[in-house]
């Protein structure tokens, strides 16, 4: 079984410098990448199923998106959105890729998938095959105000039981999984303190551009995701959680007759987002991001 390397790149900001962590699967000598990117609170070691069960094909390179996990904080937390997200990922892409001819595929779930679809707007792109995890340019309202006040929340356990509890109650739209893997989703975004409580793993000041953002401003944000999905070449997947409130049914049908028009593929039982803990799930995206 291949085992994870932890590596980081130095990547800048208005406000500074800061380090990128991610995970490396796979041959360190294989030139075929493939990059996964997490959701807005999640961290890295959300794609270790995914990774693994891809390594034999790709060196799978899974980043921890500033202000979560291994990587560093942002100085300026108003630097929390998308421009800084892309510019980092040209880093780390140019990193990974030293070697190799610089092209990647992605797998993006949420925000890791609202990054691709910047970066694989833009003239030039290094990604050439894409997989966006239940996520399109036009974003639910209600759900959107939910993530927002789920992030700022400064929550404390008194101990790792209470926490992995809270992760489980809050993540049921992940869809069935079994206690083992609800214990690792929890332990992967859960940390101690010096004073014995658990918290998680994130900056809680990812929360203050969403609290920011009026209707007139995500208006024209979700218009300049539009020109950017209308944008994209390359050859592309969708899928969406049949029970997904961020992703609706009928935003998705019209990302597939835009843009990349990619196919859509529809999980039963499951909101957002899935996983890609399990078999069905991975070979979903080992059949798309594997094809010739």
Same mark, same amino acid.
């Given at each position: ?222 218009? &300049? ?53 399990? &078999? ?10 594997? &094809?010739?």
């Amino acid at each position: 079984m291949s085992e994870a390397r932890i590596k980081s790149v130095q990547c800048s900001s208005p406000a500074g410098l800061h380090r990128i962590a991610y995970k490396e699967w796979g041959d360190p000598d294989n030139e075929r990448v493939l990059v996964c990117v997490h959701g807005v609170t999640r961290v890295s070691d959300d794609f270790d199923a995914l990774a693994q069960a891809l390594s034999d094909r790709y060196r799978v390179v899974c980043p921890d998106v500033a202000g979560r996990g291994r990587s560093d904080r942002l100085r300026d937390p108003n630097l929390y959105a998308l421009p800084q997200y892309v510019a980092d990922m040209v880093t780390v892409i140019a990193r990974a890729t030293a070697n190799g001819d610089g092209s990647v595929h992605w797998f993006g779930t949420s925000m890791g998938g609202l990054i691709g679809m910047v970066l694989a707007s833009l003239p030039g792109t290094p990604i050439t095959r894409l997989l966006l995890n239940d996520i399109g340019p036009a974003l639910d309202g209600g759900a959107l105000n939910r993530i927002a006040d789920y992030i700022g929340q400064d929550l404390r356990f008194p101990d790792y039981e209470s926490g992995a509890r809270f992760v489980r109650e809050v993540s049921t739209s992940f869809g069935p999984h079994s206690d083992e893997e609800w214990d690792k989703l929890a332990r992967d975004v859960l940390r101690r303190q010096p004073d014995g409580q658990w918290v998680r793993h994130y900056d809680l000041a990812l929360s203050q551009p969403f609290k920011k953002m009026g209707v007139e401003r995500a208006k024209q944000d979700e218009a &300049a995701l539009w020109r950017a999905w209308d944008a994209i070449a390359c050859p592309t997947l969708l899928v969406r959680g049949e029970l997904s409130d961020l992703l609706t049914h009928e935003t998705a049908l019209e990302m597939t007759t835009r843009g990349p028009k990619p196919r859509l593929v529809e999980l039963a039982g499951v909101g957002h987002a899935p996983t890609f803990v399990h &078999a069905d799930q991975i070979a979903i995206a080992r059949e798309f991001l594997t &094809a010739n």
